[in-house]
C-alpha cells in the first residue's frame, strides 16, 4: 500500500489509545506489530507519542484520562468546526469543542454518538493528515462499530459524516458496510443477544497480521490477552484482543490487504 497523503472526508483515518502506563502500553504494541514509539511530544501535547512503522505514523498512545483504557477512532473531516457544530443537532453531544494540535497536526474534536460512543474528528494539518501507512501487516486496517441500535447510529453517522450504509448481505442481521462515495470505509456490527449486556457501543479498529494465530499467542505471551480466538470470515481470518491495560483492538489476517478501496 503506497504512503498515505490525503483522506477523503468521513473516513477513518486516526487510531490511538490511552494508557495508564504509556512506556509499558507502548511496549507491547511495538512487540506484536514491530512498531516504533516516539519519545515523549513534551507538555505541550500532554505526553501524546506516536506509533511508527518503517518511520511513518501508523497511530498514537496518550496518557489516561477519565474513561478506562481504550481505542479511539478518528473521522477524517475538511472543516473540524462546521461536522463539530453539528453533532448536538443530530442527536449526539459534542464533549470536547475542536482545538487545534501542536506543530501544525490539524484541528480535533470529540463527540458521543447517540447510542453512547465515543468518536473523534481530525481535520488534517501540514504535519499530520492521519496514518501514513494502512492496509498492510502491521497498521490500521478497518474501523468497526458495535452497537445495539443499528438504525439510531447508522442514521447519525450517515447525516454527520455524509456517509451511506447498506447491508453486507440479505440475512435477518446482517454486517453493514459505510461507505463514502460508494467505496466501503467501515462497518457496524448488532450486539445482539450473544454479546454480553455490559458492551457500550465502541469504535473498535482492526489491525493487519500476517498470522492471526502467531498474533494471539505473541499478545497472551506479552501481557494482554485474547477475547475471542481466532475465527474465519469472508474476509479473511480475525481475533479480537485486549492489550496489557484492558483496552480492546482485533486483528485480521485479511485475504484482500491490498485492495485499498477503503481508504482515500
Not at 473531516?77 to 449526539?92: F, M, P, T
Request: proline residues 9%; charged residues 20%.
Amino acid at each position: 500500500m503506497p504512503k498515505m497523503t490525503s483522506y477523503r472526508q468521513g473516513v477513518p483515518s486516526w487510531v490511538d489509545v490511552s494508557s495508564p502506563d504509556v512506556e509499558k502500553t507502548g511496549g507491547f504494541y511495538c512487540g506484536l506489530f514491530g512498531w516504533e514509539l516516539t519519545p515523549d511530544m513534551g507538555p505541550e501535547a500532554g505526553g501524546y507519542r506516536l506509533f511508527l512503522k518503517g518511520g511513518e505514523s501508523v497511530a498514537g498512545i496518550g496518557p489516561l484520562g477519565d474513561g478506562p483504557p481504550a481505542w479511539s477512532t478518528y473521522f477524517h473531516v475538511d472543516d473540524a468546526d462546521e461536522v463539530a457544530g453539528r453533532i448536538g443537532q443530530l442527536g449526539g453531544t459534542l464533549v470536547v469543542p475542536p482545538m487545534d494540535l501542536p506543530n501544525e497536526s490539524g484541528r480535533i474534536a470529540f463527540g458521543i454518538d447517540p447510542c453512547g460512543g465515543f468518536f473523534g474528528l481530525h481535520q488534517a494539518g501540514a504535519n499530520h493528515i492521519g496514518a501514513a501507512i494502512v492496509n498492510e501487516p502491521g497498521s490500521l486496517a478497518w474501523n468497526e462499530l458495535n452497537v445495539r441500535d443499528v438504525d439510531t447510529d447508522v442514521a447519525f453517522y450517515n447525516e454527520l459524516l455524509g456517509a451511506t450504509t447498506d447491508p453486507m448481505d440479505d440475512s435477518p442481521d446482517p454486517y453493514r458496510l459505510v461507505k463514502i462515495d460508494g467505496r466501503p470505509v467501515a462497518g457496524v456490527r448488532h450486539l445482539d443477544e450473544q454479546f454480553p449486556s455490559d458492551i457500550p457501543t465502541n469504535w473498535m479498529p482492526y489491525f493487519a497480521v500476517d498470522d492471526a494465530d502467531a498474533s494471539c499467542r505473541a499478545a497472551s505471551g506479552s501481557g494482554g490477552g485474547v477475547i475471542m480466538a481466532p475465527f474465519q470470515t469472508p474476509v479473511g481470518e480475525m481475533a479480537v484482543l485486549h492489550d496489557p491495560t484492558g483496552a480492546v483492538f482485533a486483528i485480521g489476517a485479511f485475504s484482500m490487504i491490498d485492495d485499498p478501496n477503503n481508504w482515500g
